[in-house]
């Protein structure tokens, strides 16, 4: 083991906190436990990790063999310990013989000379520990189609993303199919922490909650819910407000995307949309105080479908191809027309098939102000769409949408001169 005395001292001391942290979640939750029907609390614990420590210290020096037998006779006792609790027969529990075979992981890690590891699983585990009661709540809070939506999602994220090569393949190199893989997982991962969070806190808190965390995966969507149900009824209630709070939301998920993506765009396209951004915000911000507390509606719908995923890759690899083919044939002037055309259907899209793209193939700022275009684009949409569905009712949402709009074509127009 590398590091000498001090590094050694310090994974055993590790591998010791590991088992005292978890120990006190242990000891806390048993603390009302009778005599005797405790097989471990806090000392326990602590031992339990001094020992894995100790045994990854033995294990790291080459005495393998000793060091196995160190970690199977704990595991041992805890196997006897926990199989002739008293009370074993009228209430078995798994939880607490789990975290102790995990802290008896979590301390040979430590030990073997990986502390950072140990103490980061440790702080989780505790974590897990804690939050028992929150869980369960969690659970009884989803259904049958929030489950199926976490297994879509496990679907994309875990059991494909793995397993894509990377590399430039297709026509003129274009695709990367691990990279265009990720982007959706990113964009599929925003929408189902949306609609989770709006199923688990949207009905509690109404509109507005649902505005917000609907926009983070679709606020076009949002806009299209909340206007069909404002023209519905005789009085409205936040819809206003729920639908303007969408856009400003939308403005912070697009600055996030392009963090991730194409992070040389960043600055400028801030500079363009901020000014809209805090438009947008403002003018959402003072119709949630005229507006009155109602329930919310049902979310849009369940986002996470395999089929919309395999349809959203097809279309970003042939932007992806369009856009090295126009990078070759016409220049940045060409790329910039190409995202404003993919960004006008959707807006991620385009800043997806940027990311693609090598940096010298357009300037930062003409990136920027092609995005700001599309924004304008589906901002035009969202206005149709509420004058559609709510008629007069909707004027609010749709005056403070166009504010947004005038103020992010004012900022494009004043960097166009900069090009």
Same mark, same amino acid.
Not at 183 to 190: A, D, K, Q, R, S
Not at 216 to 237: I, P
Not at 239 to 253: D, F, H, K, Q, W
């Given at each position: 083991?590398?590091?000498? *005395?001090? *590094?050694?001292?310090? %994974?055993?001391?590790?591998?010791?906190?590991?088992?005292?942290?978890?120990?006190?979640?242990?000891?806390?939750?048993?603390?009302?436990?009778?005599?005797?029907?405790?097989?471990?609390?806090?000392?326990?614990?602590?031992?339990?990790?001094?020992?894995?420590?100790?045994?990854?210290?033995?294990?790291?020096?080459?005495?393998?063999?000793?060091?196995?037998g160190i970690v199977c006779g704990a595991a041992a006792v805890l196997a006897i310990g926990y199989a002739h609790r008293?009370?074993?027969?009228?209430?078995?529990?798994?939880?607490?013989?789990?975290?102790? @075979?995990?802290?008896?992981?979590?301390?040979?890690?430590?030990?073997?000379?990986?502390?950072?590891?140990?103490?980061?699983?440790?702080?989780?585990?505790?974590?897990?520990?804690?939050?028992?009661?929150?869980?369960?709540?969690?659970?009884?809070?989803?259904?049958?189609?929030?489950?199926?939506?976490?297994?879509?999602?496990?679907?994309?994220?875990?059991?494909?993303?793995?397993?894509?090569?990377?590399?430039?393949?297709?026509?003129?190199?274009? *695709?990367?199919?691990?990279?265009?893989? #990720?982007?959706?997982?990113?964009?599929?991962?925003?929408?189902?922490?949306?609609?989770?969070?709006?199923?688990?806190?949207?009905?509690?808190?109404?509109?507005?909650?649902?505005?917000?965390?609907?926009?983070?995966? %679709?606020?076009?969507?949002?806009?299209? %819910?909340?206007?069909?149900?404002?023209?519905?009824q005789r009085e409205g209630g936040a819809e206003n407000a729920g639908i303007a709070l969408a856009t400003a939301v939308?403005?912070? /998920? @697009?600055?996030?995307?392009?963090?991730?993506?194409?992070? /040389?765009?960043?600055?400028?396209?801030?500079?363009?949309? #901020?000014?809209?951004?805090?438009?947008?915000? =403002?003018?959402?911000?003072?119709?949630?105080?005229?507006?009155? =507390?109602?329930?919310?509606?049902?979310?849009?719908?369940?986002?996470?479908?395999?089929?919309?995923?395999?349809?959203?890759?097809?279309?970003?690899?042939?932007?992806?191809?369009?856009?090295? *083919?126009?990078?070759? /044939?016409?220049?940045?002037?060409?790329?910039?027309?190409?995202?404003?055309?993919?960004?006008?259907?959707?807006?991620?899209?385009?800043?997806?098939?940027?990311?693609?793209l090598p940096p010298v193939a357009i300037s930062p700022l003409l990136a920027a102000i092609a995005i700001g275009g599309?924004?304008?684009?589906?901002?035009?949409?969202?206005?149709?769409?509420?004058?559609?569905?709510?008629?007069?009712?909707?004027?609010?949402?749709?005056?403070?949408?166009?504010? =947004?709009?005038?103020?992010?074509?004012?900022?494009?127009?004043?960097?166009?001169?900069? #090009?």
């Amino acid at each position: 083991m590398n590091g000498g *005395w001090y *590094w050694q001292a310090l %994974s055993v001391a590790t591998a010791l906190a590991c088992g005292l942290l978890i120990g006190i979640e242990r000891g806390f939750k048993l603390r009302r436990e009778p005599d005797g029907a405790r097989v471990a609390g806090v000392r326990t614990f602590t031992l339990i990790g001094l020992t894995a420590g100790l045994a990854g210290l033995i294990g790291a020096s080459g005495q393998l063999l000793a060091a196995g037998g160190i970690v199977c006779g704990a595991a041992a006792v805890l196997a006897i310990g926990y199989a002739h609790r008293p009370d074993i027969a009228k209430r078995p529990e798994a939880t607490t013989p789990v975290a102790a @075979l995990t802290t008896l992981g979590l301390g040979f890690v430590a030990g073997a000379g990986n502390p950072a590891l140990a103490i980061a699983g440790a702080t989780v585990v505790t974590l897990l520990l804690a939050l028992r009661t929150e869980a369960h709540h969690l659970i009884e809070r989803l259904d049958e189609d929030d489950v199926k939506a976490l297994a879509r999602y496990a679907v994309i994220a875990g059991a494909i993303l793995p397993f894509l090569p990377s590399g430039h393949y297709g026509p003129l190199g274009a *695709w990367n199919p691990q990279r265009l893989w #990720l982007v959706v997982v990113l964009v599929t991962g925003f929408s189902f922490l949306g609609y989770v969070a709006n199923r688990i806190f949207g009905e509690r808190h109404g509109t507005i909650a649902t505005a917000l965390i609907g926009g983070a995966y %679709s606020s076009t969507a949002v806009t299209q %819910s909340l206007a069909q149900r404002l023209g519905s009824q005789r009085e409205g209630g936040a819809e206003n407000a729920g639908i303007a709070l969408a856009t400003a939301v939308m403005y912070l /998920r @697009l600055l996030l995307l392009i963090g991730i993506l194409s992070t /040389r765009v960043l600055l400028p396209f801030a500079l363009i949309v #901020l000014p809209a951004l805090m438009v947008a915000w =403002s003018a959402g911000f003072w119709l949630y105080r005229k507006a009155p =507390s109602v329930d919310a509606p049902a979310p849009p719908g369940n986002p996470i479908a395999l089929l919309p995923a395999f349809g959203f890759v097809i279309f970003v690899a042939f932007a992806a191809v369009a856009a090295k *083919w126009a990078a070759g /044939r016409f220049g940045e002037q060409g790329i910039a027309l190409l995202l404003l055309i993919v960004g006008s259907t959707d807006v991620d899209t385009a800043i997806i098939t940027l990311g693609g793209l090598p940096p010298v193939a357009i300037s930062p700022l003409l990136a920027a102000i092609a995005i700001g275009g599309t924004v304008i684009v589906n901002m035009a949409v969202k206005i149709g769409i509420t004058l559609a569905y709510a008629g007069r009712k909707g004027v609010p949402a749709v005056a403070a949408m166009a504010t =947004s709009v005038m103020v992010l074509g004012a900022t494009l127009a004043i960097a166009w001169t900069r #090009l």
